[in-house]
């Protein structure tokens, strides 16, 4: 039986009273991770149906549940959210731009992914968890292309943490990276500080970005078994970092960060 989870809709039912009609929760996964993508979710919701209902049960910060739990959270985000979408930054993109920049870039790829879903009612993904964008030319992984879309009016977005990495401005080094996601023009963004934990519609976010990467890293390390990342998903646990000494970083690996020692001085796996 699943936990009970989050249930207070406060922070929802003050942006309703403050005129808006939607919200979009916003969350990051894979931050401190030596290798993989860094990853954002993002679940839109109509604040006048989410205001009149009761949260799903085990909707919670993505840290807090287990992996079981986590899977059967996002089938119930599937069939609660209006829509919901991860997007994510490649390693190598992660490396050019600086993490603040592949934050925002992620978030604006998961962005457009999910109004992609939502405005096409055709799609698979619409009303519910999208497909992932990746770092692959603006392409969702099905092969469908993704365009930009138009937010709905009275929107606002509920970002998890203190800084605001989503709306910040872009830097002229990114825009060659960016594309079409540089010419999205976002709603207003509130931070909130550990909001995946105390905000349902950014709860819901971390769920789908958390089981997104994760079901990525897994698979990488089918290709890679020598890092763990079935098990650490890409983060700095010891057999992760003895992997990175014996064979050095490979191709999915952040060269910008400190991955050990003399990492550095070997090639790496392709």
């Known amino acids: 039986m699943a936990a009970r989870g989050l249930t207070d809709l406060s922070v929802e039912r003050r942006l309703l009273s403050e005129g808006f009609d939607y919200v979009i929760g916003v969350d990051e996964v894979g931050r401190g991770a030596l290798a993989g993508p860094v990853s954002v979710g993002v679940a839109l919701f109509d604040l006048r149906a989410l205001t009149a209902a009761e949260v799903p049960a085990g909707i919670h910060d993505s840290k807090q549940l287990s992996a079981l739990s986590r899977q059967e959270a996002t089938e119930r985000v599937r069939s609660w959210a209006t829509a919901a979408a991860v997007g994510s930054t490649t390693p190598a993109e992660l490396d050019e731009v600086g993490m603040t920049m592949a934050l925002n870039l992620a978030g604006r790829r998961a962005m457009i992914s999910m109004l992609s879903d939502w405005a096409d009612p055709r799609s698979e993904g619409h009303g519910s968890v999208g497909s992932e964008q990746n770092g692959s030319g603006g392409v969702d992984v099905d092969g469908r292309a993704a365009s930009v879309g138009e937010f709905p009016d009275r929107t606002m977005v509920l970002l998890d943490g203190r800084h605001d990495w989503l709306s910040a401005p872009l830097t002229l080094d990114c825009l060659g990276i960016f594309g079409d996601c540089a010419d999205l023009e976002l709603p207003p963004v509130r931070t909130v500080i550990k909001g995946d934990g105390s905000v349902p519609a950014i709860a819901a976010a971390s769920i789908v970005a958390k089981v997104a990467r994760d079901e990525t890293m897994i698979t990488l390390a089918e290709a890679h078994p020598h890092y763990g990342w079935e098990s650490n998903v890409g ?33 790496g796996l392709s």
């Open 235 to 267: 983060y700095g646990t010891v057999k992760h970092r003895q992997g990175i000494a014996e064979l050095g970083p490979s191709i999915h690996h952040r060269r910008s960060f400190r991955l050990s020692a003399d990492s550095r001085a070997k090639e």
